[in-house]
């Protein structure tokens, strides 16, 4: 039996998209209206058939959904929230893909009318394109999602979210809201900030042409470009919606880096061959977790 029969997806870039052609994909059958605030995004999701039905406003899109999942960024919650509590089902989830979730909670809860449920969703998975041709049906396989119950939502819609991410492809973990968000504020964000602040560090700097950044860049740099090019709108409502948890966990990364600064000045061998062990260990463990690939190069072609 199917956890949904109609599912509308609000937000279809790269996660909107992929959760489409996902259901497509592994239920087939469930029906799914799409909407994007974006006009040429609703056409393009049109021409690619992602969805049977797209509508011109979040409000008509969700009428008679039994799911409804919120794909926009976390500053628009909201706005979309006031959008179509009026249009919900009774029985209705009410669910989304947000990188933080505590404050989806607080977003969303005041504004859904009474037998609408909210169970939280974030499927840990991505690229750093965007927009509904960047998506595709496998993106959550093997991937997790963590689930963060509301207090007093009751098992079964929980329960729905997870049979519903399962059958995408998902790995299905439940967590409290303000857990996760520190966990992703050390696995995501934080990554992400420090990826912006050196690729713009590398753009600044005086002695450094722009020309001599982008032709000599070697690995590193050119990975921290890639995470660095995912949608600035997203991000800048992730570190915002999430502050505490990135501030505090920030601070411990300046910390760690102040004490590789000392180690470097006071040539501490010892204490830098120590911290790098310790960095490839973790490394490999998230390979052997297969959350990532042991192949040269991160597996990438170079046909």
């Known amino acids: 039996m199917l956890p949904f029969r109609r599912v509308a997806i609000i937000g279809m ?54 799911l409804v999942i919120l794909a926009v960024p976390l500053g628009a919650f909201a706005a979309v929230g006031a959008e179509i509590a009026d249009e919900l089902a009774p029985g209705a989830v009410i669910s989304d893909v947000g990188s933080a979730k505590q404050s989806v909670i607080d977003a969303l809860l005041p504004l859904l009318p009474p037998g609408v449920q909210l169970v939280p969703a974030h499927p840990v998975a991505g690229t750093e394109r965007s927009g509904p041709d960047a998506g595709f049906a496998s993106l959550f396989d093997g991937r997790w999602c963590i689930i963060t119950p509301v207090d007093g939502v009751n098992s079964p819609a929980v329960q729905r979210v997870s049979d519903f991410w399962t059958r995408l492809g ?19 964000h934080i990554p992400h900030l420090i990826a912006y602040s050196i690729v713009g560090t590398a753009a600044d700097l005086e002695d450094v042409t722009r020309g001599e950044v982008i032709k000599y860049s070697a690995g590193g740099f050119r990975d921290f470009t890639r995470i660095a090019a995912s949608d600035p709108t997203m991000w800048r409502d992730v570190f915002l919606t999430n502050r505490d948890a990135v501030l505090d966990v920030l601070g411990r990364v300046s910390e760690d880096i102040a004490a590789l600064q000392r180690a470097i000045r006071w040539s501490d061998g010892e204490a830098l061959h120590k911290r790098f062990t310790q960095s490839r260990d973790i490394r490999r463990a998230i390979v052997e977790a297969g959350q990532d690939t042991d192949e040269p190069d991160f597996g990438r072609g170079h046909g």
């Open 170 to 188: 998902s790995k299905v973990e439940v967590m409290d809201a303000r857990h996760h968000d520190m966990v992703l504020a050390v696995t995501s």
């Open 13 to 66: 870039g790269l996660i909107g998209s992929s959760v489409a052609r996902a259901v497509r994909t592994h239920m087939p059958t469930v029906a799914l209206v799409a909407h994007d605030a974006d006009a040429a995004v609703r056409d393009r999701v049109l021409e690619l058939g992602l969805a049977d039905d797209v509508t011109d406003n979040a409000g008509a899109a969700v009428v008679d959904a039994d």
